[in-house]
């Protein structure tokens, strides 16, 4: 990871999803015979890249940071809020299928300076659809990130340097939001900048995206 504190400068929101260090691959495939892993989280088998950009955003005072994590192993340092994603109920993995619950929900830490609209609840219950792994083994709703952002109070720039299949970006473009992202996978940075562009150019804004 090549970023610095300057990368940051000027953004108000950090909206990710790092590696959570919990090698994924191989905690896949365990107990499950007739299940063929076919990818592997580039970094996963430690917390080094998340930690890298949680402390430059810190750095750098960045108002608004939103970290999704596994429950085995959260990010440190003293996080307000907490937020249960609840799926649905078609989505989860976790270990020993006789002997393990399907987990089917995730932890999503957040540091917020904004203040927020009410007193919202810590469990979001927004349905994931099986089709959007076809973009990218961990991609999440962009519903689920307009969410996010809508109940931050988020206006200024957001920057997702785990950009992945790009759906921050995307709900970026639909709320009128500047965004930046990082994605080290060639692949997955052209799904993320088609996704973004035609949500671009579906709300008319205006400005450059890359």
């Known amino acids: 990871m090549s970023l610095t ?21 191989s905690h896949c ?34 108002q608004t940071i939103v970290l999704f994590a596994s429950p085995q192993r959260p990010w440190p340092g003293k ?20 002997t393990c619950f399907r987990r ?8 917020n300076k904004n203040e927020i609209d009410g007193r919202p609840e810590s469990v979001w219950r927004v349905t994931m659809n099986n089709a959007i792994f076809k973009l990218h083994p961990c991609a999440k709703p962009v519903e689920l990130m307009e969410k996010l952002l809508i109940s931050l109070n988020v206006k200024g720039v957001v920057f997702d340097p785990f950009m992945g299949s790009g759906s921050t970006g995307v709900a970026c ?14 692949g997955y940075f052209e799904t993320a900048k088609k ?14 995206l890359f």
């Open 29 to 62: 495939k365990r107990g499950v015979k007739d299940r063929k892993s076919t990818y592997k989280i580039q970094g996963d088998n430690n917390q080094d890249a998340g930690n890298h950009v949680l402390e430059l955003a810190r750095k750098a005072g960045v």
């Open 104 to 111: 089917t929900w995730e932890l999503i830490q957040i540091e």
């Open 195 to 208: 996704r973004i562009s035609e949500e671009y150019e579906k709300q008319n804004n205006q400005g450059r």
């Open 79 to 98: 996080f307000r809020n907490w937020v249960v994603w609840d799926k649905g109920g078609g989505v989860g993995f976790g270990g020993d299928t006789k």
């Open 173 to 186: 473009m639909k709320m009128g939001l500047p965004f930046k992202g990082c994605e080290m996978d060639k």
């Open 5 to 25: 504190v300057k990368d940051f400068e000027g953004v108000e929101a950090l909206v990710t999803d790092p590696p959570y260090g919990i090698s994924l691959d």
